[in-house]
């Protein structure tokens, strides 16, 4: 019998692959709710300071890309946990930038931070670039051109680099898939590298047109992964976008959700079918659960889960 999948709890690893931590606020006070839980493993993704001042230079970046940094060594040393580290400009910020800094400034700012990311990622100090993409709300047309225009020479950039790359766009079903993967194609990008984040819980490939996904776990998400997962075309993970900000505490997913959904999805796979389950055994489920919290994040992100 395996002592990773006990009655329907598992035992083993268990990654958020996408979760945000601010010094200022809970920081390790959500770690260790998180860990409490029996997390292992988490992306820590860099943070905008969308209510201070952006940067507005390569050393305004390399600052805030510091504190990334700094905050995850603190949660290994606090925790012992495995934590990697996303690096980037977020889309948002470029477009709150054209106010101020113009369409072509902004740009060439985002894209030197984009490139102080990857130096990082070469260094070995960072391991994926993002989040980056595009602005997620109705803009202008010229804005949005920009923004596509923007995101394949980012792509192209990670290609070059060799690195995966966490995208936030918009929530447009399987169209905006499609469109990613038309531009990860052009950028010679592999698709299996390219990682929509705050992703809907269909991880079918005719969904996902072969792109790896960390899925918000939300309520009802269960169900579709259940659905879904056979015919998956690429990784995919569990994330809670948490965003470690008092002022928006339902704006997202706390730091349990995803040893939470993690044990909902093992229970609903083993349930016999005749009961309204899906009536998988017990060694395939823990071969899927090692895949989406270990071995899967662990070749994305060059990161032992």
Same mark, same amino acid.
């Given at each position: ?14 990654? /958020? ?7 200022g606020?809970?920081? &390790? ?7 409490? *839980?029996g ?6 993704? !860099?943070k905008?300071g969308?209510?201070?001042? &952006? ?8 600052q805030?890309? @510091?504190?990334?940094? @700094? +905050?995850?060594?603190?949660?290994k ?8 580290v ?9 477009? !709150?930038? +054209? ?10 700012? #985002?894209?030197? @931070?984009? /490139? ?5 990622i ?5 391991? *994926? ?10 803009v202008?047309?010229e ?8 995101? $394949?020479?980012? +792509? ?14 918009e ?5 905006t898939?499609?469109?990613l ?7 010679? $990008?592999?698709?299996?590298r390219?990682?929509?984040?705050y ?9 996902t #047109? ?8 939300g ?6 992964? *259940?659905?879904? #997962? ?6 995919w993970? +569990?994330?809670?976008?948490y ?37 998988m ?6 071969? &899927?659960?090692?895949?989406i919290?270990?071995?899967?994040p ?8």
């Open positions: 019998m395996s002592d990773l999948l006990v009655d329907g709890l598992w035992h083993g690893p268990i990654t /958020d692959q996408h979760i945000h931590l601010d010094r606020n809970r920081f &390790l006070a959500a770690v260790d709710e998180f860990t409490r *839980c997390g292992t493993g988490l992306m820590l993704v !860099h905008p969308f209510s201070s001042d &952006l940067p507005t230079d390569r050393a305004g970046y390399e805030v890309y @510091a504190e990334t940094l @700094a +905050m995850a060594e603190d949660v040393q606090a925790y012992g946990i495995t934590v990697g996303v690096l980037g400009p977020h889309p948002v910020a470029w477009h !709150h930038q +054209m106010e101020s800094l113009g369409l072509a400034r902004s740009t060439e700012l #985002h894209l030197e @931070a984009v /490139d102080l990311a990857l130096e990082h070469e260094e070995g100090t960072a391991h *994926c670039l993002g989040e980056v993409g595009r602005p997620h709300y109705p202008s047309e804005a949005w051109s920009a923004a596509n225009e923007m995101l $394949l020479e980012i +792509m192209q950039s990670a290609a070059g680099a060799g690195t995966s790359i966490q995208l936030h766009v929530d447009n079903g399987d169209a898939y499609a469109e993967a038309e531009l990860a194609t052009k950028a010679n $990008l592999p698709l299996s390219t990682i929509r984040h992703a809907p819980a269909n991880v079918s490939g005719d969904f #047109h072969g792109l790896a996904c960390t899925v918000s776990v309520s009802g998400s269960v169900q579709a992964l *259940c659905a879904s #997962h056979a015919s998956a075309g690429a990784y993970g +569990m994330e809670t976008d965003l470690d900000d008092p002022r928006r505490p339902g704006a997202v997913l706390g730091p349990k959700t995803i040893p939470k959904r993690t044990n909902e999805l093992c229970r609903a796979l083993l349930k016999p079918e005749n009961e309204g389950g899906y009536g055994e017990v060694s395939e489920v823990e071969e &899927l659960m090692l895949n919290h270990s071995r899967w662990s070749e994305l992100y060059g990161v032992e889960f």
